[in-house]
C-alpha cells in the first residue's frame, strides 16, 4: 500500500486565501473591505480561541473585524439588541456568534435574530433551506464546506461515491451529506448518514469510498471501520489528557489516526486539519456576502 495523501488544512486554506486576495483587490477599487463581527458571550477558553483566531484572520486579510465580547449573564433581549445593530450596520457584512451559548439562551432564537443575508455561518433557516434547494445564493455551514473542498484540493472523485457521514448534526454531519448528495462536480455522491441508533457501524463504514467522522468521540473510529483505499475526513476535535504531561490536554480527532492512515487513500490530520478550513470558508462567505451587498453577485 503507498503513502495516504495528508490532506492538510494550511495548503487547502492558502488556496482559498489566494482566490480571496483576488476578490479582496476588487474590494478595495470599490473602497470596501468586507466586515465580520463575531459575538462572543461567556468566557469559554475553547470559544475565547476560536473567536481570537478568527479576528486574527480578518486582520491578516485586510477584513473590518468587530470583536463583541459579552459576559456570561447577558439576557436575551440585550444579545438580540446587539445582532439587531449588526444587521443594521453597512459596513459589517458578515455575523457570527459563537456556539455555545449559555444554557439560559436559546441557540435557535439567536441564529434566527440574525440577517440571513449576513449569516456567513449558514446555520440560519433560510440558509438551510437553500442548501436543501441548492440555491447558490445561499451560505453553506463552514465546516461542511471546508471538508467538501478539502476533498476537491486532493482530488478525490466525489460522483458516484460511497459516502458515509458519522453524525446526524446540522452544524456538521447532515449538512455535509446535503453538500455531498446534491448536483454537481464536487458532489453527485451516494451518501449514507450514520448517528448512535445506527446498527453494525464498521461493516456500514467499510462501505465508504469516503468516510467522514463528525461523532465528537477521540479515536472512535478504528482501523476496522475502513475499506482500504478509502479517504477519511476527520472532523473531530476532541480534549483529550495529554500522556506526556499530567494536567495538560491535546487535540485529538474522531479517527485513530495511527492505525487508520496506513490505510487510507488519502487522510485528514486533527489538529491541522478541517478546523483549519472552518475559519478559511467563514472568510470566503464573509467575502460572498459582501459582494452579495454591493450587488455584484
Ligand atoms: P454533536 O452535535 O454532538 O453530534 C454528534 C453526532 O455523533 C450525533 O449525531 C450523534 O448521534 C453521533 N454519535 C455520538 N455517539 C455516537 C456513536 N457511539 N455512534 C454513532 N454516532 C454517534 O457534535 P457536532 O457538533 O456534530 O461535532 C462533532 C465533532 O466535530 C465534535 O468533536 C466537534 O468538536 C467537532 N467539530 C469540529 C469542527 C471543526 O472546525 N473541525 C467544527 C464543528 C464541530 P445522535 O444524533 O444519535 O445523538
Known amino acids: ?73 447577558t ?27 449559555p444554557a439560559h439562551l436559546d441557540e435557535q432564537t439567536v441564529i434566527r435574530a440574525i440577517d440571513p443575508r449576513k449569516d456567513v455561518d449558514g446555520l440560519h433557516p433560510v440558509n438551510l433551506g437553500k442548501l436543501v434547494m441548492e440555491d447558490p445564493t445561499g451560505f453553506a455551514p463552514c465546516t461542511p464546506s471546508g471538508c467538501q473542498r478539502m476533498l476537491q484540493f486532493a482530488g478525490i472523485e466525489t460522483t458516484g461515491a460511497r459516502v458515509v457521514v458519522l453524525g446526524r448534526s446540522l452544524l456538521v454531519g447532515k449538512s455535509i451529506a446535503l453538500l455531498l448528495v446534491g448536483r454537481g462536480p464536487q458532489a453527485d455522491a451516494t451518501v449514507t448518514i450514520a448517528h448512535s441508533r445506527s446498527r453494525d457501524l464498521p461493516a456500514l463504514c467499510r462501505e465508504a469510498d469516503i468516510l467522514i467522522a463528525a461523532v465528537g468521540k477521540a479515536n472512535f473510529v478504528t482501523a476496522s471501520f475502513v475499506k482500504p483505499g478509502a479517504t477519511v475526513i476527520d472532523v473531530g476535535i476532541n480534549r483529550t489528557p495529554d500522556p506526556q504531561n499530567i494536567g495538560r490536554y491535546r487535540l485529538t480527532g474522531d479517527v485513530a489516526y495511527d492505525e487508520v492512515a496506513p490505510l487510507c487513500r488519502a487522510i485528514t490530520p486533527v489538529p491541522g486539519g478541517v478546523g483549519v478550513m472552518t475559519i478559511a470558508m467563514l472568510m470566503a462567505n464573509t467575502a460572498k456576502a459582501c459582494r452579495m451587498a454591493l450587488g455584484t453577485l
Do not use: W
Open 75 to 101: 439576557q436575551l433581549p440585550d444579545l438580540l439588541a446587539r445582532i439587531d445593530q449588526l444587521n443594521r450596520d453597512p459596513a459589517i457584512h458578515g455575523i457570527l456568534v459563537q456556539m455555545p451559548l
Open 1 to 73: 500500500m503507498t503513502e495516504p495523501f495528508i490532506i492538510r488544512g494550511a495548503d487547502v486554506a492558502a488556496e482559498v486565501y489566494r482566490e480571496l486576495s483576488a476578490s479582496l483587490d476588487t474590494f478595495a477599487k470599490q473602497g470596501v473591505r468586507p466586515g465580520l463581527a463575531v459575538v462572543l458571550v461567556g468566557d469559554d477558553p475553547a470559544s475565547k480561541a476560536y473567536v481570537a483566531s478568527k479576528d486574527r484572520k480578518c486582520r491578516e486579510l485586510g477584513f473590518h473585524s468587530i470583536k463583541i465580547e459579552l459576559p456570561a449573564n
